[in-house]
Every structure is written in structure tokens, then in C-alpha cells.
T-cell receptor, first 110, second 112 residues
Framework: GQNIDQPTEMTATEGAIVQINCTYQ??????LFWYQQHAGEAPTFLSY????GLEEKGRFSSFLSRSKGYSYLLLKELQMKDSASYLC???????????FGKGNQVVVIP | NAGVTQTPKFRILKIGQSMTLQCTQD?????MYWYRQDPGMGLKLIYY???????DKGEVPNGYNVSRSTTEDFPLRLELAAPSQTSVYFC???????????FGPGTRLTVT
């Protein structure tokens, strides 16, 4: 089975940096995805890590440690439009299934 | 490309009624998925398909059925709707391997 854990909510100020953590225990790990989901909308892809280390993509960076079963998503220079839920999802080896965490709601305030 | 499209956007069902949620993708993806998302929760996999003619159960398949007769279409059938099936349903597709999944806009279903 899979167990994916994320904190539920955090509030941060516009312009700040926020780190969203995800820990996981799965069998057949084939990478970790981060998705962004605005209220009432579908999830959209942010990043994918399969090797240990940091992947940077503009204001967003994602880190993976496979030995620790740990990932984080770093959001820099927060903007109001970054208010959303951030979903961590583990890709399971063999059939491209994703196991999702519950998501972390980020609220950006002025 | 329209990507992944879903119909209807909203639906209210009475207990015991049946309906089919439609999903179509125009990206020629082999992999397709159905998820449900309850308030404040992540997505739970209902059924998935790795290609036309092949389907398999996910985490929460009870009360649902699927078929995959073409690469493009992956309808989800609810038989004998129950209040526990009130949720938002998302269809997704992927080119496979560990590639990202593309999601449709969702169907908001209420069973009363």
C-alpha cells in the first residue's frame, strides 16, 4: 500500500518563500509529481522528480530524497495567484498510476 | 488540441439512478484514469486503462464501471447511485511511463 503525508494548510505573505513538505512510503517508486489545484479547478502539473536533488523551474523548485521518502516544493516570491492547494503524488512503477496526498492549502495574504 | 474534455460539468442524481460520465482526449494518449475528489481530500483512483480494450480497478472501484473501446474515450458508469458517490470526478490521460497526467475540468456530482 501507499502512505503519503502532507500538512494541511499554511498562510504566507505576498513576496515571501514557502516550503511545502511531503513524506511518503510506497512500493515500486517511480518518481514524484507536484500538482497545483486552484479552488474549483482541475490539477495542473508543476514538477517531476525521479532522482535525488533539486529541480528548479522559475519561482518553483522541487526536491527529492528517495532514501528518506521525502520531497518538498519551494515557492519563491509568492504572488496572490499562488493561493491554491498543492498536491504531492507518487508515481507507482509498472502502470503509471499516481497515489496522491491530501494536498496542502496555501493562502497568500497581502 | 482540446486536451481532456468531460461532460457533464454538473449533475444532480436521485438515489438509485444511473448515469455515464463522459471523457474524451485528443492527445493520442494510451493511459487514461478516473479519479474522485471529496472535499479537502486528495484524488482517489477509481479505474484506469493502459490502452483500448484494457481496464483495471483502482483504489475505490465499487459502484462504478468503465469501458475503453477507443483510444480517445473512457466513459465512467455509475449504477444505482448512492449519496456516498457525491464528489467531484476528474478524468486524466497520460502518454505513459512516468509522464505527467493531464486532467479534464471535472464533473460535480450530487446524489440526493
Amino acid at each position: 500500500g501507499q502512505n503519503i503525508d502532507q500538512p494541511t494548510e499554511m498562510t504566507a505573505t505576498e513576496g515571501a518563500i514557502v516550503q511545502i513538505n511531503c513524506t511518503y512510503q510506497t512500493s515500486g517508486f517511480n518518481g514524484l509529481f507536484w500538482y497545483q489545484q486552484h479552488a474549483g479547478e482541475a490539477p495542473t502539473f508543476l514538477s517531476y522528480n525521479v532522482l535525488d536533488g533539486l529541480e528548479e523551474k522559475g519561482r518553483f523548485s522541487s526536491f527529492l530524497s528517495r532514501s528518506k521518502g521525502y520531497s518538498y516544493l519551494l515557492l519563491k516570491e509568492l504572488q496572490m495567484k499562488d493561493s491554491a492547494s498543492y498536491l504531492c503524488a507518487v508515481s507507482l512503477y509498472g502502470n503509471n498510476r499516481l497515489a496522491f496526498g491530501k494536498g496542502n492549502q496555501v493562502v497568500v495574504i497581502p | 488540441n482540446a486536451g481532456v474534455t468531460q461532460t457533464p460539468k454538473f449533475r444532480i442524481l436521485k438515489i438509485g439512478q444511473s448515469m455515464t460520465l463522459q471523457c474524451t482526449q485528443d492527445m493520442n494518449h494510451n493511459y487514461m484514469y478516473w479519479y474522485r475528489q471529496d472535499p479537502g481530500m486528495g484524488l482517489k483512483l477509481i479505474y484506469y486503462s493502459v490502452g483500448a480494450g484494457i481496464t483495471d480497478k483502482g483504489e475505490v472501484p465499487n459502484g462504478y464501471n468503465v469501458s475503453r473501446s477507443t483510444t480517445e474515450d473512457f466513459p465512467l458508469r455509475l449504477e444505482l447511485a448512492a449519496p456516498s458517490q457525491t464528489s467531484v470526478y476528474f478524468c486524466a490521460s497520460s502518454s505513459g511511463g512516468a509522464h505527467e497526467q493531464y486532467f479534464g475540468p471535472g464533473t460535480r456530482l450530487t446524489v440526493t
